[in-house]
């Protein structure tokens, strides 16, 4: 089961923090602490009709990580590929006051949005961890 990789489709959301959260923190997931094991899906491609993205979420596990409890990235999935393997809502790990606050912008944020991303990386690696070990 070593070889199987692990599709994380984040938040596209740009109004609101939680989806640049999920963003980043998928990104340092895919790029850092689980190189070479997990594989970002592009949610934006995936609903205009994106092939390989769908046909990537029929064939392996994937984990949805969405900003706020619209869910679009769960939605998005089930609807074109099936059942998530795991999901992460971050209003509902952060707090909704938090992950809908208007701080978007990559120069806006703080240190304590970048240790925000940080613990939530780590959340999503314990969901990768546990694909990975089934």
Do not use: W
């Not at 934006?44 to 994106?50: E, N, Q, S, V």
């Not at 949805?64 to 074109?80: E, H, P, S």
């Amino acid at each position: 089961m070593s070889d199987i990789q692990v599709g994380v489709i984040s938040c596209s959301g740009e109004e609101c923090l939680g989806g640049t959260l999920s963003r980043l923190a998928t990104r340092k997931v895919m790029e850092t602490l689980r190189k070479g094991k997990v594989v970002s899906l592009c949610l934006p491609l995936y609903i205009a009709g994106g092939d390989e993205e769908r046909e990537f979420a029929k064939e392996y596990p994937v984990i949805a990580v969405d900003g706020c409890d619209k869910c679009c990235a769960k939605r998005a999935t089930l609807k074109y590929s099936g059942e998530v393997k795991d999901a992460l809502v971050l209003s509902e790990l952060l707090g909704e006051d938090i992950a809908l606050s208007k701080v978007v912008s990559a120069r806006d944020l703080k240190e304590e949005h970048y240790h925000m991303a940080n613990n939530i990386a780590k959340e999503i690696c314990k969901k990768v961890d546990e694909v990975l070990a089934e």
